[in-house]
């Protein structure tokens, strides 16, 4: 007997286990939906203004926020969540955070690297090793604040301006469907000029600028900027709920295995007690 409740109550534990993974998923699954439509909703304007960017770049002249320079200061933002809960998602964060501290720790003294910490468990991963955080912005994970990223993006462009820093790098995953979350780390500052093109293989078109290029440049670099940081963080932030809805499909399917393996053994168990206690009747009948 002592067996049987000691199943039965394994099984009622890991159903009510099972609940709460489920439900969790669920949550995720409807905040992942919400956060795929900010993105979408988003994205047709960041390319829009991506592009409108890229052809001003293509001339001779370049923003000074564009220009690349020996890198003797380097900034780096890392993004992951708040909570955890969602697999691997906030240890690849901090996997790659270490590997690039170490990079270029390798050339530079550690008060010449600055690492900014977006979401909690990022955080709390960094203040385990050596690596010393600048500064944390821990609401921002769980809640998208576009004028707190443009803020940080302002400072930014403001010590690349000042050649306070030399290079600003991001990690972050960018969410590519709801099974696929991309770990990605790609440079804010300075700006990536585009590609030059043959002179054959396009139409060479000379444009008349009202204002000048260089005013509209000094205007939308910075707002593109801005808008690059932020959506980091929207796919971040898209990333870990898709991440979570995984796990935590993961963990039910799991308590739905292990909770059919203990319901065949108790019945086996209990169907042997009751074998038991039939030869022990019989035994006891012919005696």
Known sequence: MTAFKEIKKRINSIKNTRKTTAAMKMVSSSK??????????????????????????????VSDLSRERPVNNVAIIAFSSDS???????????RELQKAVGIYGK????????????????????????????KNFE?????????????????????????????VDMIYHHFKSAGVQELVHEALLPVALPRKKDADSRILTEYIY?????????VIIPKSIKLQLY???LDSNA??????????????????????????EYNKS???AITNELLDLFNGNIG
């Not at 550690?110 to 050596?130: L, N, Q």
């Open 84 to 94: 955890s809960l969602c697999g691997a998602f906030n240890s690849n964060i901090a």
């Open 270 to 272: 209990r169907q042997q």
């Open 107 to 134: 050339s530079l003294p550690a008060d010449r690297i600055a690492v900014y910490t977006i979401g909690r468990k990022i955080y709390d991963a960094v203040g385990k090793t050596d690596i010393k955080v600048t």
């Open 231 to 233: 959506t980091a963080l």
């Open 239 to 264: 990333s870990e709920h898709a991440a979570r809805m995984i796990a935590m499909q993961t963990a039910t399917d799991n308590a739905d295995d292990l909770i059919s393996e203990l319901t065949v």
């Open 139 to 167: 609401d921002l994970a769980g809640k998208a604040d576009y004028q707190a990223i443009a803020d940080l993006a302002e400072s930014l462009i403001a010590q690349f301006e000042n050649g306070e820093t030399d290079r």
């Open 32 to 61: 992942l939906r919400k956060a795929e439509s900010v993105i979408s909703n988003m994205l047709p304007y960041s390319a829009a203004l991506h592009h409108v960017m890229e052809s001003l770049l293509t001339g001779d002249e």
């Open 210 to 218: 009202e204002p000048s290029r260089e005013e509209i440049l000094r």
